[in-house]
T-cell receptor, first 115, second 120 residues
Framework: EAGVVQSPRYKIIEKKQPVAFWCNPISGHNTLYWYLQNLGQGPELLIRYENEEAVDDSQLPKDRFSAERLKGVDSTLKIQPAELGDSAVYLC?????????????FGEGSRLTVL | AQTVTQSQPEMSVQEAETVTLSCTYDTSESNYYLFWYKQPPSRQMILVIRQEAYKQQNATENRFSVNFQKAAKSFSLKISDSQLGDTAMYFCAFMKQEGDSGGSNYKLTFGKGTLLTVNP
């Protein structure tokens, strides 16, 4: 079974440029997460989807970040415009039954460097 | 806000020895889940072990076991017979239900992690 797939793995951009990250969760997983992981820190939730609905986006900086999960499968996270402080790893994860203590499956992450 | 504290930023252990990673958390809830996730260098995070708060018995997965002290809000991970492949960041995580909406509203909070190095 294929795992969570993210792309691109690495992205270097200049500040004020836009950037987008893509995530394909494990087939059948209704819950999808985007996490932000700064160097040496634990992941912090940006947004959580249940199917197509964003059920928790309270930590998403909505002035520059946006996300979508069309058709309840793949998801895209966008930053526009990027700032120096956005340099981090963006992790996507999916789960079948996380609400009941189930496992989250993570992708390899997208490492963003903003110059 | 829920907090998860890992007081050991870095630890090291010799191959084949035993090491314990510490984790404490803050909650007033009685029902929740606790996890240890492992993140090897440049690889994705994977689940190591999980514990339901309502279970008194400590979870065990092969060489990995936990010491769950509910009253003390402590959840340590013990790795026995350490192997070179155990070198990784280890994150403690806590999940609880939010509000009264059953299984649809919950939060998973991670600690800052402990970098474990297993030396040959």
């Amino acid at each position: 079974e294929a795992g969570v797939v993210q792309s691109p793995r690495y992205k270097i951009i200049e500040k004020k440029q836009p950037v987008a990250f893509w995530c394909n969760p494990i087939s059948g997983h209704n819950t999808l997460y985007w996490y932000l992981q700064n160097l040496g820190q634990g992941p912090e939730l940006l947004i959580r989807y249940e199917n197509e609905e964003a059920v928790d986006d309270s930590q998403l900086p909505k002035d520059r970040f946006s996300a979508e999960r069309l058709k309840g499968v793949d998801s895209t996270l966008k930053i526009q415009p990027a700032e120096l402080g956005d340099s981090a790893v963006y992790l996507c994860a999916s789960s079948l039954d996380a609400a009941y203590g189930g496992e989250l499956f993570f992708g390899e992450g997208s490492r963003l460097t903003v110059l | 806000a829920q907090t998860v504290t890992q007081s050991q930023p870095e630890m090291s252990v010799q191959e084949a020895e035993t090491v314990t990673l510490s984790c404490t958390y803050d909650t007033s809830e009685s029902n929740y889940y606790l996890f240890w996730y492992k993140q090897p260098p440049s690889r994705q995070m994977i689940l190591v072990i999980r514990q339901e708060a309502y279970k008194q018995q400590n979870a065990t997965e092969n060489r990995f076991s936990v010491n769950f002290q509910k009253a003390a809000k402590s959840f340590s991970l013990k790795i026995s017979d350490s192997q070179l492949g155990d070198t990784a960041m280890y994150f403690c995580a806590f999940m609880k239900q939010e509000g009264d909406s059953g299984g649809s509203n919950y939060k998973l909070t991670f600690g800052k992690g402990t970098l474990l190095t297993v030396n040959p």
